[in-house]
């Protein structure tokens, strides 16, 4: 068998350009490229061999080399075709051989990557890698132990496939020795079939991320998260099951400053003790009551309301009031709610509980049949509010009713008097009440900015930006009638009116 030889690009003079080229830009370009890539580029020049194990993050993912029929089969079997019984039969051993024969290479590549020369010397920051559970998996410990051990990693993330047909599998657990005080590990990100490891010897692990975890796992799991590893500042729950319906959160000495639950299958949270959470975000699909202890130190707040289906779930969500979801910490100072993905199965009432320190409020992706007047109920229950911030997608069609708060029970009496600014994008004029309301009762407005396109850009999950486009224009008379709105309810001059 021929012997590959590695080829050596040369010029006229014979000069290698390339064994030439500076280590910093070779890295810069090595850098740039995925793992396979990366380290494939050993045979280009000698130098180059020696490159890649100074690269700060590498990635093995088994999804990379998996053949696209491989793809299109599991599409397939997501949606239940085809219907015959042995054909799907066949097709998912099909899929179960294709992924033993992608985890025997991955683990060849693996193994070899592993024992290469110079491995022990590699410096390491960032490693992740996804692979299936099958016997071939032995490969990962060793990567892993390699990577915490002797690399110095300090971001792994781990992410491991259940196989075709293979549901009694247990979940894969880290090496035992993988989380010990000598390691630099501050960030874990664990996701599908990974059991959690014991947390509470490990204090310097700052920040844990749990993805797709499966629904046989306890509740105890999540809640001894909060407790054991004391040095945990930040929290990430993705697609999390349980199978318990309710997650207590009751963790004195936690250090937890940032928390994110995103669509997990908790339907009520109780936050009764977390006394350093800064940061909150919830994106909640199934959860109908969030109950708020003792979070003393509470600032951020986002929360996402999302339903792929909302017509699968509105007669059991319509008695749903939004007050379930806002007994709040008073030192709230930031509010993001979001409407993403769903028309009407939360009922808008207005918060029973004050929001007294809270200073700035985004509500974005109102549904487009509902009245955004129910947002001034918001605006009454946070006497400091300042910055009034309401975002209304454009609708190709108009609603067919509206859902919103009785006009006639409002008390003309009240005064807001820290209101400074209210910007609303997706106005339209039947949206005029909430700008009638706001320039009657609040005596500090400085500026007002109406407009009937854009969209809210993120800054992460608790600050943004509201950006508008001048797609429909207002009409003289539209202009008009909002000045005449302001010089009525004797707002002063000196209000910054902004239409567009």
Known sequence: MPTLRRVRRRTVDGEDHLSSLPDDLILLIVSRLDTRTALSTAVLARRWARIPRELAALDFRVSDILPPEYGRTVALRQRNLPRDTNLARTL??????????????????????????????????????????????????????????????????????????????PAYSLPHDCLNVRSRLRSLTLGKCCSLPSLHSYGTLTKLALRDIPTSTTVDVYQKVFKDCTGLQVLHLTSCCCAHHTLVVDAP??????????????????????????????CLTDTVRIEFGSVPCLM???LTFSMEDDSLVAPRRSVDEFDS??????????????FTRLRRWIGASSPERQLPDLKRLL??????????????????????????HIHVPQS????????????????????????????????????????????????????????????????????????GQQTCPWSSDEKLVARRMIKEFGLRPLVELILG
């Open 92 to 169: 998912d051993g099909l899929m179960a051989d294709c992924e033993i024969d992608t985890m025997r290479t991955f683990a060849n590549g693996v193994t070899s990557f592993l024992d290469a020369d110079g491995a022990h010397d590699r410096r390491l920051k960032t490693l992740r890698l996804e692979f299936f559970q099958t016997h071939d998996g032995i490969c990962a410990d060793r990567m892993i132990t390699a990577a915490v051990g002797a690399w110095g990693v300090e971001d792994l993330e781990v992410v491991v496939r259940l196989a075709s047909g293979d549901d009694q599998t």
């Open 253 to 282: 000495c936690s250090q937890i400053r940032e928390l994110v639950v995103e669509e997990c299958s908790f339907m009520e949270i109780k936050l009764r003790n977390l006394p350093m959470l800064v940061r909150l975000a919830f």
């Open 300 to 302: 951020d707040t986002n």
């Open 325 to 338: 979801f806002l007994s709040m910490s008073p030192t709230m100072t930031n509010l993001v709610i979001r």
């Open 363 to 388: 509500v974005a992706d109102m549904p487009s049949n509902w009245d955004i007047s129910w947002t001034r109920g918001l605006l009454m229950a946070s006497p400091f509010l300042e910055v009034l």
């Open 396 to 467: 190709e069609t108009e609603p067919d009713y509206l859902r919103g708060m009785n006009w006639f029970k409002s008390r003309n009496k009240l005064r807001h008097h820290h209101l400074k600014e209210l910007v609303v994008i997706g106005f339209t004029q039947r949206n005029i009440w909430l700008f009638k309301y706001v320039v009657r009762v609040c005596t500090s407005l400085h500026r007002i900015v109406l407009l009937k396109d854009g969209h809210v850009q993120y800054n992460g999950l608790w600050d943004w930006q509201m950006v």
